[in-house]
Each structure stands twice: as structure tokens, then as C-alpha cells.
């Protein structure tokens, strides 16, 4: 147990973390998937090619998607493609960094799948034994072109009356399967070797660049998190103290009427929205109307502040309203901030 929350704890402690443990799943997924997949070729000139190729890409091409939904960074990079300047810069070369992590991550299940399919060969087998030249095999010299299509056609099917125990079927099935499984090594070869080189030369060149822009994508993906956690509690806050709100004007007003009595001064009285400054909400008890809190949110989206904490609190330096002025030395600041 403690081994799993360990892992858990890991892979909660960085975006990458998540997205390496998402990518991990969705192989799995595809690999029992694959297993249990029932494959049934229809053995017809027709469509032996469109079930075999479609059997082939259509599965990855639904995995690529999965994996782009399931990757929070997809939308990170698209939202910070489209949101306005503002008083932060967009950075092309930090979207680039984030599109190729997303496609990584995203490619990974489609191609285990189209590797496992090349390698036990059936999709191959099926899409192309329509395709086989007759010439290269001598059982089809005693058959006619009509009837060398229609064999061609059941060699996926071995049990088919016309191909049952027939050599040439063994053969066209056995040439097909070699050259499939070929062409997956092929590639999981040339994918181990790029993947080599990338790992072997990138400490060759400037990592400058690169380290920049990982940190930078971290820091939108974290950014963002934290900007959702902060307003879920406001809304929990600005929520608490709409409800005592409203029993207290409801009190007053049951008074009104002569529906209640005074009721017993509290023990403990909660303390002024200027003390909260200590616990951290200060700022977030400032906000206090929904007209307030639109116009942050909005602000949020079409202002975003510059990184730069060494300038002054608020967007561009003076604040998220634009009329504060700066406040003199020793002047004592108010306790609400204008949205």
C-alpha cells in the first residue's frame, strides 16, 4: 500500500508525471484491446482491403484523439494560442515545445497499435493477398484470372473449402506475414534508433533554449491549476458569506415583524475583512460582487499579468482596475481593492 501511494504521490507531483502515466495507460489499454480483438477477414475481392487497412489506421486514429483529450497540455497550448496579448508576450517557440510533447505522448498508443498489427500480420494478410502477383508463386499456372482473384481473395480465410490445406494458400499467407512483420521491425527499429540519437546528441548542443521552454510550459500548465484551485475558493467563501447574509437580513427582518427575539451575543465574532491579510484571503474577500468578479475573471483572460514580480501588485503595475495611483509613503492603503 505504501509502494502504490508512493507511485500515486510521484505522479501527482508534475504535469510530465501525469502525462507519461496517461500515456502508460492508454498502451496497456491497446495492447488488451488488441488481444481480444476478434479479427474476421471477409475473405471478399472487394472489401479485404478496406476491412484490413481500416482495421489497420482506424484504431490508432481514435487512440491519437483519446490521447489528445486525455493530455491537459493539449489545452493549455491551444488556449495559450488563441488568448490575446495583452501585458504578456506570446512566445512561438514555447507552443512549438508544447505541440511536440503533446504529439509524443499522443502518438505513443497509435503506434503500439499499428506495431502490433504489423507484427502478427492478419490486417496485412487481409488488405493485400488481393494484391499478390500470381507470377511469383507456380500453384497459379493451371488457373485462370477470375479464378486466381477469387483464391487470392480467401487466403486470409483458412478455412475456407477452396483454400483448406492448399499449398498456394500457405505460401501467398506465409510470403505476406514475413513481409508485414518485416516492415514492423523496420520501423520499431528506426524508432529505436531516432530515439537513441535524440537522447545521445541532445546533451551535444545548447540546452538553453530547451530548458527555457520546458520551464515555461510547466510554469502555464501550474499557473493555470492554481488560478482554478484559487477561484474554487473564493466561490466557496464568496458562497459562505452570501448564505450568512442572508440569514442575517432575514433575522433583521423576522425582528421587524416580531417573529423572533434578539438573539445572545456570540462568543467569538468573525474578524474584520482588513485581519485576513495574515491568513492569505484578504485579497480574495476584496472581491465581493458578481459584477467584481466578472470583471476578473475577464481581466484574467484578456490581461493576463507580466512576469515580472518585481513591478508593482496588478496588471501592467496599477492594479487590476487601471485607476488606483500609487500610494504615498506612509499613507495607510484601504482595505478593499477596486475590480
Request: net charge positive; proline share 6%.
Amino acid at each position: 500500500m505504501d509502494k502504490f501511494r508512493m507511485l500515486f504521490q510521484h505522479f501527482q507531483s508534475s504535469s510530465e508525471s501525469v502525462m507519461n502515466g496517461v500515456c502508460l495507460v492508454l498502451a496497456v489499454v491497446t495492447v488488451k484491446l488488441y488481444s481480444s480483438f476478434d479479427f474476421n477477414c471477409p475473405c471478399l475481392a472487394r472489401y479485404n482491403t478496406l476491412y484490413g487497412l481500416g482495421l489497420l489506421f482506424t484504431p490508432p486514429l481514435v487512440l491519437f484523439l483519446c490521447g489528445l483529450l486525455a493530455n491537459r497540455q493539449s489545452v493549455v497550448m491551444v488556449e495559450e494560442w488563441r488568448r490575446p496579448a495583452g501585458h504578456r508576450r506570446k512566445d512561438p517557440g514555447i507552443i512549438r515545445y508544447m505541440c511536440s510533447s503533446v504529439l509524443q505522448r499522443a502518438l505513443a498508443a497509435p503506434l503500439l497499435w499499428i506495431l502490433l498489427a504489423l507484427l502478427d500480420g492478419k490486417c496485412f494478410v487481409c488488405a493485400f493477398s488481393s494484391s499478390v502477383d500470381p507470377e511469383k508463386f507456380l500453384d497459379f499456372a493451371n488457373m485462370t484470372a477470375s479464378q486466381v482473384q477469387l483464391f487470392l481473395a480467401k487466403v486470409p480465410c483458412k478455412e475456407d473449402e477452396l483454400v483448406r490445406d492448399s499449398p498456394a494458400r500457405k505460401a501467398v499467407s506465409r510470403y505476406l506475414r514475413c513481409l508485414s512483420q518485416a516492415i514492423g521491425w523496420s520501423i520499431t527499429l528506426l524508432l529505436i534508433v531516432a530515439a537513441f540519437l535524440a537522447r545521445c546528441l541532445r546533451p551535444c548542443f545548447d540546452q538553453t533554449v530547451f530548458l527555457q521552454r520546458r520551464y515555461w510550459s510547466n510554469y502555464m500548465d501550474l499557473e493555470q491549476k492554481l488560478f482554478d484551485e484559487t477561484c474554487c475558493e473564493h466561490a466557496r467563501d464568496f458562497a459562505h458569506r452570501c448564505v450568512l447574509h442572508f440569514f442575517a437580513s432575514m433575522q433583521s427582518e423576522m425582528r421587524a415583524r416580531g417573529l423572533g427575539r434578539d438573539p445572545e451575543p456570540p462568543e467569538t465574532s468573525e474578524p474584520p475583512e482588513g485581519m485576513d491579510g495574515e491568513s492569505g484571503k484578504a485579497h480574495l474577500r476584496a472581491v465581493s460582487s458578481r459584477e467584481q468578479v466578472n470583471h476578473l475573471l475577464s481581466t484574467w483572460y484578456s490581461r493576463k499579468p507580466p512576469l515580472d514580480l518585481a513591478a508593482p501588485p496588478g496588471l501592467g503595475g496599477r492594479g487590476l482596475s487601471h485607476r488606483a495611483a500609487p500610494a504615498e509613503p506612509g499613507t495607510r492603503l484601504s482595505q478593499h481593492t477596486n475590480v
